[in-house]
T-cell receptor, first 112, second 117 residues
Framework: DADVTQTPRNRITKTGKRIMLECSQT?????MYWYRQDPGLGLRLIYY???????NKGEISDGYSVSRQAQAKFSLSLESAIPNQTALYFC???????????FGEGSWLTVV | AQKITQTQPGMFVQEKEAVTLDCTYD???????LFWYKQPSSGEMIFLIY??????QNATEGRYSLNFQKARKSANLVISASQLGDSAMYFC??????????????FGQGTILTVHP
C-alpha cells in the first residue's frame, strides 16, 4: 500500500460543482502539502499545513480551500469548480526535520 | 525568491549508456535542499535523490548521482546504465531547509528523457 494515498485518482466534474480531493498518509509526517500540475509544467503549491491547527496559503490558493482533519489527513476542496482547474493534483508530506518530500500518486481532475 | 532552470526540454540516450540532466538554481538562502523527481507517463511523482546545500559529498542513490557544484549553482542528475524504464519526465526542485519553509518546493519545467533500445 502507498504511504501517501489520494482519492479519487480520477474525477470528471461539471463547472460549478463542489469537489473534494482527499489525502491520507501513514508516514507519520507533520507537514502536508497540496500541489497542482498543469500539462507540460512543473508543480505549483496551493496550500500547506504544518499541523492540524496550522494552514497556510501557497502560490495559487484562489478558488481552493483545505481542511486538516487529523495529522494524517489533508483535504483539498474546489467550492465551485471551473474548467481552468483541470489539472493533476498532488498531495505531499514531509517531516520538519527530514530531507525527503514524498508525493501521493496524484489525482487527475477534469472540469467540463 | 527561488528559481530552478532546466534547459533541456528533451534528451535521448541509448540503453546502457549514462546521461546527464541539467539543473541550475538561484536562491539567496544559505540553507537549501535540491531534489530530483521522476514522473513516468502514469503520472506519479517518484522521489529519486536529495542534496543538501551543506553536504560535503555528492549524493548517490543506486544508479542516480547528483553532480552538485555549489559555486556554479548547478545540481545535475546523472543516470548511469540507462534502462528503458528510465524513460520519463524528470523534475529538479528546491526548498529552503529548516523553519517554516521546508517542503515548499520550487520546480523546474522538467526534462523528458527517452531511452532507446
Amino acid at each position: 500500500d502507498a504511504d501517501v494515498t489520494q482519492t479519487p485518482r480520477n474525477r470528471i466534474t461539471k463547472t460549478g460543482k463542489r469537489i473534494m480531493l482527499e489525502c491520507s498518509q501513514t508516514k507519520g509526517h507533520d507537514r502536508m502539502y497540496w500541489y497542482r500540475q498543469d500539462p507540460g509544467l512543473g508543480l505549483r503549491l496551493i496550500y500547506y499545513s504544518f499541523d492540524v491547527k496550522d494552514i497556510n496559503k501557497g502560490e495559487i490558493s484562489d478558488g481552493y480551500s483545505v481542511s486538516r482533519q487529523a495529522q494524517a489527513k489533508f483535504s483539498l476542496s474546489l467550492e465551485s469548480a471551473i474548467p481552468n482547474q483541470t489539472a493533476l493534483y498532488f498531495c505531499a508530506t514531509a517531516r520538519s526535520s527530514g530531507n525527503t518530500i514524498y508525493f501521493g500518486e496524484g489525482s487527475w481532475l477534469t472540469v467540463v | 525568491a527561488q528559481k530552478i532552470t532546466q534547459t533541456q526540454p528533451g534528451m535521448f540516450v541509448q540503453e546502457k549508456e549514462a546521461v546527464t540532466l541539467d539543473c541550475t538554481y538561484d536562491t539567496s538562502d544559505p540553507s537549501y535542499g535540491l531534489f530530483w523527481y521522476k514522473q513516468p507517463s502514469s503520472g506519479e511523482m517518484i522521489f529519486l535523490i536529495y542534496q543538501g546545500s551543506y553536504d560535503q559529498q555528492n549524493a548517490t542513490e543506486g544508479r542516480y548521482s547528483l553532480n552538485f557544484q555549489k559555486a556554479r549553482k548547478s545540481a545535475n542528475l546523472v543516470i548511469s546504465a540507462s534502462q528503458l524504464g528510465d524513460s520519463a519526465m524528470y523534475f529538479c526542485a528546491m526548498s529552503r531547509v529548516g523553519g517554516t519553509s521546508y517542503g515548499k518546493l520550487t520546480f523546474g519545467q522538467g526534462t523528458i528523457l527517452t531511452v532507446h533500445p
